[in-house]
């Protein structure tokens, strides 16, 4: 089993950059793949990044890809999030979580933290 707590979230202006982190305890956090969502209010949750195990394979949501950067520290039991370049439209609460056998974009994971809020102005 993993447990996962987001922090970084708040608010920030077009252009600006914010930093996601997942927090995880459980001993399959370093075997675990791991991803982030977003989710709309009235919307369905949507594939942001996911990265393997060991850090070596990343996927990209087209709406990210070149301005957000997925990492991992297993030695550390974290996941970061860098955002760059923040747009209005990337407002939305942000998942962690974590799947057993292998990278995702589809939100089929195993283990989910509570959200954290990105909030974005124009």
């Known amino acids: 089993q993993v447990t996962l707590v987001e922090s970084g979230g708040g608010l920030v202006q077009a252009g600006g950059s914010l930093r996601l982190s997942c927090a995880a305890s459980?001993?399959?956090?370093?075997?675990?793949?791991m991803g982030w969502f977003r989710q709309v209010p009235g919307k369905e949750r949507e594939f942001v990044a996911t990265?393997?195990?060991?850090?070596?394979?990343?996927y990209y949501g087209d709406s990210v890809k070149g301005r957000f950067s997925i990492s991992r520290d297993n030695a550390k039991n974290m996941v970061d999030l860098q955002m760059n370049n923040l747009k209005p439209e990337d407002t939305a609460v942000y998942y962690c979580?974590?799947?057993?056998?292998?990278?995702?974009?589809?939100?089929?994971?195993?283990?989910w933290g509570q959200g954290t809020q990105v909030t974005v102005s124009s």
């Open positions: 979580a974590g799947r057993r056998y292998g990278t995702s974009r589809h939100d089929d994971y195993d283990y």
């Open positions: 459980g001993r399959t956090f370093s075997t675990s793949a």
């Open positions: 990265i393997s195990w060991s850090g070596g394979i990343t």
